[in-house]
């Protein structure tokens, strides 16, 4: 007999390793990460405001299908990139946005406990979207990730935190139950972890309009996100279309808080360029394309 979880739906998905959700969504992921491409914009648009060596060494985590990659890749055209992901098939999408040559790699590695030998060099640019919330201790992993920053090197994520999806948890509230959702750390704990390095995180409000509760799962799954948070036994059918009319009810409407933090290690200055247009910093609508 096959073990089943509860998920951040309430459905019932197979138990296995959490990067095989995201494999399985690898080819439909874009068409169902709605916000997803807003937040990696505008996290490239924040590295870009300042200057990384002709040839910086890139470390992204969790690239997924190369959402950040693609924002940055044609900026940074002599970079030597590592793109990480516990995602085989991701990976490879990832892979195909990066500018050719020999000297950028892909490697499956779990990027909260980054496997890397003596002997590796440090990176200039260490940066991850929408990836770090996977993290079993977010705030720790961060800090992990730090270690491997050269000199004046940069740290910048883009990360869910305390407060995203608070609409989903609502309706299960409004019936008294407790939505199955990832516990998103806080803004504070990921400033804290960066001790040692200079800079600091602002959060910016991501919303979401959907036709209805359906539409909602239905991009959750599709993107992926459906790794169990723990063992709870899956909501039944019926309990589940009232969350979801308690939803529809509430305006069917989703919100992530992101917080965007940006951090470099004292050493070689890094002087800025100049800023970004506005409207590439300008708040993102209600509704993403």
Known sequence: MSTHHTNPTGHSEPAGQPWQCFDRAARGYERHARVQPAIARHLAALIRTHALPRQARILEIGCGTGLLTQALAS??????????????????????????????????????????????????LICSSMALQWFRHPAEGLARLARWLAPGGMLAVAVPTMGSLAEWRQAHTALCL?????????????????????????TRSYTDQYRNAREFLLGLKGAGATTP??????????????????????????????????????????????PPCASRLAPTPDRQP
């Not at 590592?82 to 946005?97: F, H, I, N």
């Not at 516990?183 to 390095?197: I, S």
């Not at 899956?234 to 940006?262: H, I, K, M, N």
Request: hydrophobic fraction near 35%; charge should be positive.
């Open 75 to 124: 900026h940074y055209p002599m970079a030597r990139w590592l793109l990480t992901d516990l995602s085989p098939t991701m990976l490879e999408q990832a892979r195909r946005k990066l500018p050719p040559g020999e000297h950028n790699q892909c490697r499956v590695m779990d990027g909260e406990h980054p496997a890397f030998p003596p002997s590796q060099p440090r990176f200039d």
């Open 178 to 202: 407790a939505a199955d959702t990832l516990a998103f750390p806080a803004a504070e704990q990921l400033q804290a972890a960066a001790a040692g390095l200079e800079g600091a995180c602002s």
């Open 229 to 274: 948070q723990t063992h709870r036994r899956p909501l039944g059918a019926g309990t589940l279309r009232a969350v979801c009319r308690e939803f529809d009810r509430q305006g069917a409407r989703c919100t992530y808080q992101v917080t965007f933090g940006l951090w470099h290690r004292p050493g070689a200055p890094m002087k800025p360029q100049h």
